[in-house]
């Protein structure tokens, strides 16, 4: 579980600071119980010479782990038959 200030991303863990645009999401967690959800927040505008916000990288990397089947992930370099995964 990442914990993280409620100023901070959870992708870079740089600071969020006044006047930057962000993105919360609402995280839900089974095992609490029925407590209050806990809140990721990321940046929502691309840094300086980069093209994604980290709102839209972290979409981006669950979008991949969800439609990646589970013996592959993080694995591409094992594959016997020697092909390389690319997701664009």
């Known amino acids: 579980m990442?914990?993280?200030c409620a100023n901070?991303?959870?992708?870079?863990?740089?600071?969020?600071?006044?006047?930057?645009?962000?993105?919360?999401?609402?995280?839900?967690?089974?095992?609490?119980?029925?407590r209050d959800p806990s809140y990721h927040r990321y940046h929502a505008e691309p840094f300086p010479g980069q093209a994604e916000s980290c709102w839209e990288k972290h979409q981006m990397e669950s979008e991949?782990?969800?439609?990646?089947?589970?013996?592959?992930r993080g694995?591409?370099?094992?594959?016997e038959n020697k092909h390389v995964l690319a997701f664009i």
């Open 2 to 4: 990442i914990v993280c």
């Open 8 to 34: 901070q991303c959870a992708l870079c863990r740089s600071s969020i600071v006044s006047g930057q645009r962000w993105v919360r999401e609402k995280i839900y967690d089974p095992a609490l119980n029925g």
């Open 64 to 72: 991949i782990a969800r439609t990646t089947p589970a013996p592959l």
């Open 75 to 79: 694995h591409s370099e094992q594959l």
